[in-house]
């Protein structure tokens, strides 16, 4: 379904049951952030939340993406798995054999459907261009918001941030954070791995300023588009063509004509990136592994104009601690991309899960149709190798069970069960090393590090190691496990829980002391009478609750670098493995870490005191808490750099 504008959309899931209207005045510094952050954490994602007494002019959307029915709604579709089917449909209608002339007109149709999608730049102004500031643009009269205390400033959150390559003219939209460090100046952060920054180093070598142009609202699939992991020459206004089955009619811009947005844009930003300029120190911001990206130095974006609608609204988002907004973003990303991975690059692929807790890239579980030996690692390698998985961290493979049943992957429990059911630590466990996320901290090197896969499918007989008993899972008996925190003080809680559901896994919070402490531990652990069950535990920093599994997950996904940080030993058990995996924090001290080690993302007491207090006004529903209040102890000093 196309919307005429972002206004529409509004109306659309505000029908629904979608948006809540905040009348009371709200400050975009903070406040904002955190109301939304109480929300967006609520069962099924909350409500979106517009804003409308911000200070400004302008009314600021939030959370509109937060839920699965506004994801539906902004997409066009009764379910996420509809996209798939729908490209998948046209993968086999285009890859099938045309044997003759009525094969081949029968095409003639779906070529039309192409022809319908792809973009329409339009002569004249659009709506984005009702009004137009060309003199002294200034980007301070935007309700910027400002989403964390130890952010470097406001950040435009979502921005759809179109550029050129100059000597192709291929377009690339991308959606990268904007801190704004004056009236007509910004940041623009991106990375080495974006096509962006590719364009930008392509006008660095013919010494031109590069123009760019940030469109803000619109058709709610723009922002989707711009954040599809799509491959380089993909026009993702072409995408956005095919979700909405209508061309996005574009403009072109007022003092950046070589650049071209959406017509119905609510805000345009337009401006230029010079190679010749000193680069700008940008950060820190808090971001969507749920830890500060901290500062670095990214090129400036000067601002020529800003255009608008007459009656815009602003939107925003902010990421942190999951779950948040961006979660269901990712679940479409993951249901929409499943057929064109499973038509065009691994074919054994029945389904895919990145769970919330591994904050995209760094845990994605993989069903695999298995035929034969070796085929785990066939499809490991060419995930590793697709696009934007390059970034994956830790993959876990599943597949049909010995008896021929297939088990959900969204049912992580039974899954879970599965794969360990089918795992020999010492033989199914693949490291290897390779281009990280630039925002994984746990890298010794940024943007170089190491990645895990847990091949948990079924195994033939050629996969399998001499005298290992495969099919074992955690037994019940969990009853030794109490005298583990006894026998090693710095072993502050033992999560068990999993052992009790046939998962040979332990979740340990562990105080770190010294050098080399966690793989001293370890063998000593897995050397304990009854161990010989577990095939893996996971060791988190003492301040997390080991028995809050979600939370440990998250922490543990983010501090690992599964290379460095893994130890295998056997247990007491002839031929029993167990893995053990550092999730701590890594420190200059016990680790010989040299990098800054970034905070957890929580919300300042003065923020939080504020919306408690102003949270009758707000008129928004039953109270919510902060859920920044249940991280404090988690945190090292107040900065964005722990103090470690």
Request: net charge neutral.
């Amino acid at each position: 379904m196309a919307y005429k504008n972002q206004q529409e959309f509004i109306a659309a899931i505000e029908q629904a049951g979608e948006l809540v209207r905040v009348k009371a005045y709200v400050n975009p510094k903070l406040e904002m952030a955190e109301i939304t952050d109480r929300v967006s954490k609520e069962p099924g994602g909350g409500r979106a939340i517009l804003f409308e007494n911000t200070g400004y002019d302008f009314p600021v959307l939030m959370n509109a993406y937060g839920s699965e029915k506004r994801m539906c709604l902004a997409l066009g579709v009764n379910r996420l798995d509809d996209v798939a089917k729908d490209i998948e449909q046209l993968f086999r209608l285009l890859s099938a054999p045309k044997e003759g002339i009525i094969d081949k007109l029968k095409l003639l149709p779906r070529l039309s459907e192409f022809a319908s999608w792809m973009p329409k730049v339009r002569k004249g102004r659009g709506a984005c261009q009702e009004v137009v500031i060309t003199g002294n643009p200034d980007i301070t009269k935007l309700p910027v918001i400002t989403c964390w205390p130890q952010d470097g400033g406001p950040f435009i959150t979502l921005p759809v941030i179109n550029t050129k390559d100059p000597v192709t003219q291929v377009r690339n939209v991308g959606m990268y954070r904007m801190q704004v460090f004056g009236p007509q100046l910004t940041a623009m952060h991106w990375h080495k791995h974006k096509v962006s920054a590719k364009h930008f180093n392509e006008y660095k070598k013919l010494n031109k300023r590069m123009p760019v142009a940030v469109a803000l609202g619109g058709d709610p699939v723009y922002a989707y588009s711009a954040t599809a992991p799509l491959p380089e020459n993909v026009d993702e206004y072409m995408l956005a063509g095919f979700l909405r089955k209508k061309k996005v009619e574009l403009v072109k811009c007022i003092t950046q004509p070589e650049i071209e947005v959406p017509a119905d844009a609510d805000f345009v930003i337009e401006g230029y990136v010079d190679p010749n300029d000193e680069l700008l120190w940008e950060g820190p911001f808090g971001d969507h592994t749920g830890y500060y990206s901290l500062p670095d130095w990214y090129p400036k974006f000067h601002i020529t104009a800003i255009t608008h609608k007459r009656n815009p609204v602003y939107p925003a988002t902010i990421v942190g601690i999951p779950p948040q907004e961006d979660a269901w973003l990712g679940k479409a990303t993951e249901r929409i991309f499943l057929a064109p991975i499973k038509m065009t690059l691994v074919p054994e692929i029945e389904d895919m899960e990145m769970p919330v807790e591994g904050v995209f890239h760094n845990l994605v579980i993989t069903k695999i149709q298995k035929d034969y030996a070796g085929q785990g690692q066939k499809v490991m390698n060419a995930m590793w190798g697709a696009g934007q998985m390059m970034f994956n961290k830790i993959l876990v493979l599943a597949s049909q069970s010995k008896d021929g049943k297939s088990i959900p992957l969204s049912n992580y429990k039974a899954c879970a069960r599965e794969v360990f059911k089918n795992l020999n630590p010492a033989t199914d466990i693949c490291f290897s090393q390779g281009p990280m996320d630039v925002l994984d901290h746990s890298c010794s090197k940024m943007g170089f590090g190491g990645k895990m896969c847990i091949d948990g499918t079924l195994k033939f007989e050629e996969e399998q190691q001499d005298g290992y008993l495969y099919g074992l899972t955690g037994g019940s008996d969990t009853g030794w496990i109490a005298a583990v925190p006894t026998r090693f003080a710095e072993v502050c809680q033992v999560n068990a829980s999993l052992l009790k559901d046939q998962i040979p896994v332990l979740i340990l919070s562990v105080k770190k002391n010294r050098k080399g402490h966690i793989r001293e531990l370890h063998e000593q652990i897995a050397g304990l009478p009854g161990m010989e069950t577990v095939k893996m535990i996971l060791y988190v920093e003492h301040t997390v609750n080991a028995n809050d599994l979600a939370l440990a997950l998250w922490r543990f996904c983010n501090n690992l670098d599964p290379v460095r940080d893994h130890f295998l030993s056997a247990t007491l058990k002839e031929g029993a493995y167990c893995m053990g995996l550092d999730g701590t924090i890594k420190t200059k001290e016990f680790d010989n870490f040299q990098r800054d080690w970034p905070n957890i993302i929580v919300a300042d007491d003065a923020t939080i005191k504020s919306v408690d207090e102003k949270w009758a006004s707000l008129q928004i529903g039953q109270f919510i808490p902060s859920p920044s209040l249940k991280y404090k102890d988690q945190l090292y000093g107040q900065k964005a750099v722990a103090a470690v």
